[in-house]
């Protein structure tokens, strides 16, 4: 794995997260979603419709445990054989009503001042190649 990740830019880990974990995060996410809308007198589908994204200081990140963190952090130390420290984090929902594709871009641009060496994405559903939310782009 760390000869492709050398080889295209990434790599892709199957079967990160147990089913189980993805479940109680996703319960978890669908309740302080509820709960926010809830707060500004609308339904929880405009709410996601409207925001879509949360970064790391915002009650619907903090309603994810530390644990996912480190499920992934010890994942991908394993395969990439090097010590690792999360920089950021994000939720964004990617959802039945957004038909437009993200254009091409690297997420580290995003952070110029607190630039970082790579991106986790991690899939709360199941993904396939005519599902996933993500197209990997070989360096």
């Known amino acids: 794995m760390l000869e492709t990740f050398k080889k295209n830019g990434f790599f892709i880990l199957n079967d990160v997260i147990t089913s189980l974990k993805i479940d109680d995060i996703i319960s978890n996410l669908k309740k302080?979603?509820?709960?926010?809308?809830?707060?500004i007198n609308t339904s929880s589908s405009n709410y996601v419709y409207c925001t879509g994204r949360w970064g790391s200081s915002s009650n619907i990140m903090?309603?994810?445990?530390?644990?996912?963190?480190?499920?992934?952090?010890?994942?991908?130390?394993?395969v990439l054989k090097k010590k690792l420290?999360?920089?950021?984090?994000?939720?964004i929902c990617k959802n039945?009503?957004?038909?437009e594709a993200?254009?091409?871009h690297q997420d580290i641009s995003y952070s110029?001042?607190?630039?970082y060496?790579?991106?986790?994405?991690?899939?709360?559903?199941n993904v396939?190649?005519?599902?996933?939310?993500?197209?990997?782009i070989p360096k």
Request: hydrophobic share 35%; glycine share 2%.
């Open 32 to 39: 302080k979603i509820k709960i926010n809308a809830e707060e």
């Open 62 to 78: 903090k309603c994810i445990d530390d644990s996912l963190d480190n499920i992934a952090q010890t994942q991908l130390e394993k």
């Open 85 to 91: 420290k999360l920089q950021k984090k994000n939720i």
């Open 96 to 99: 039945k009503d957004i038909k």
């Open 102 to 104: 993200v254009p091409l």
């Open 112 to 115: 110029p001042n607190n630039p």
């Open 117 to 125: 060496h790579f991106s986790l994405w991690l899939a709360l559903n």
């Open 128 to 136: 396939d190649r005519n599902t996933g939310a993500l197209q990997l």
